[in-house]
């Protein structure tokens, strides 16, 4: 194929750019080339999408592109400038679209959707996150309404993780258990935590786009019990049965222990019943669709790798050591 990717320089673009290399596709990346670096063996060419003509330096036809934007406007400036030239088209937008965070079990065909943000919204970063998810449902819709259905794969995915995840979430838990002693775990231990490995969600990326995949997918593995997943996170690094003290949401609430990512958080973990259904949604049609996850204790040792060879890369993030001891001392003494 002759692949365009609308990115290619950051985590999960460098991802699928390295593995439509290695499956022999001609790649072409084209993005700002300031966040991040093309891969090695593949075209960049630096473009401004904020210009509605910045892609006019891509020549030809592709037989698919893939875009991981979040802003309306980039996505309709690259319907309008490529969406005849283009055979299939794949857009990796979020689980953040969703509207019902609460229920277990949810699946993409069915699923309602968060409003598309408004008009005068086109930038979800910063202090207007919150349109993160609305941007994105509204980018699905120009996507569907300018190149067809029938051309479109939209892939909303969940937590991304794997070498070149800068991010606090699945690197804590990583640096944490490879660390050892009593550690500190959220809520209980048959709580959801669902994730998916960057190259894994690349290699379907690319598999799509050969086949020419339509429709709307969850781009997330199947979830795990967080129990399980301590556990085999703690196997990949060859520290097996560990320590793990667990602790009640509303303790770690008293005591200023934050959900999901962040400053004295504890990654991964989100407050149930209104999360409930924000790590369990019910992936098998992607599964089904071509989506194979691998090992936990693949991910494991690649994240881990790459930790190793970049050691500063990873933002800091999760409880300090001295503040997850200041919690485990609280909880023990809490009936003293």
Excluded: N
Excluded at 22 to 34: C, L, Q
Excluded at 310 to 326: F, I, Q, R, S, Y
């Amino acid at each position: 194929m002759r692949l365009l990717i609308l990115g290619g320089t950051v985590f999960l673009g460098r991802a699928i750019a390295r593995h439509a290399r290695d499956a022999g596709h001609d790649v072409t990346a084209a993005a700002r080339g300031v966040t991040g670096t093309p891969v090695d063996g593949v075209r960049f060419v630096r473009v401004d999408r904020d210009d509605p003509a910045g892609l006019a330096d891509l020549d030809g036809t592709y037989d698919a592109v893939v875009d991981v934007s979040r802003r309306p406007s980039h996505v309709r400036h690259a319907v309008a400038a490529l969406g005849d030239r283009i055979g299939h088209w794949s857009f990796v937008s979020t689980g953040s679209v969703y509207a019902d965070a609460v229920t277990p079990g949810q699946r993409a065909a069915t699923a309602p959707l968060v409003d598309p943000a408004p008009a005068d919204v086109d930038d979800p970063s910063g202090d207007r996150m919150e349109w993160y998810g609305p941007c994105k449902v509204t980018c699905e819709s120009i996507l569907r309404d300018g190149v067809g259905a029938d051309r479109a794969f939209i892939c909303r995915a969940g937590l991304i993780v794997g070498a070149e995840d800068i991010s606090d979430r699945f690197p804590y838990w990583v640096r944490r258990l490879a660390t050892g002693g009593e550690v500190l775990a959220p809520g209980t231990p048959d709580e959801p935590v669902q994730f998916v490995d960057v190259a894994d969600l690349a290699a379907w990326l690319v598999r799509a786009a050969e086949t020419g995949l339509a429709g709307a997918y969850d781009g997330v593995g199947p979830a795990l019990p967080r129990g399980r997943f301590l556990a085999e996170v703690a196997a990949g690094l060859g520290r097996p049965d560990p320590e793990l003290t667990w602790v009640d949401q509303e303790f770690l609430a008293k005591h200023d222990v934050r959900p999901w990512s962040g400053e004295r958080s504890l990654p991964l973990w989100l407050p149930l019943p209104e999360y409930g259904g924000f790590m369990s949604r019910d992936v098998s049609e992607s599964l089904a669709a071509g989506l194979a996850p691998r090992p936990l204790a693949e991910t494991v040792r690649d994240t881990r790798q790459w930790m190793t060879d970049h050691p500063d890369a990873v933002k800091a993030g999760g409880l300090a050591p001295g503040e997850e001891t200041k919690v485990l001392r609280e909880w023990h003494g809490r009936l003293a």
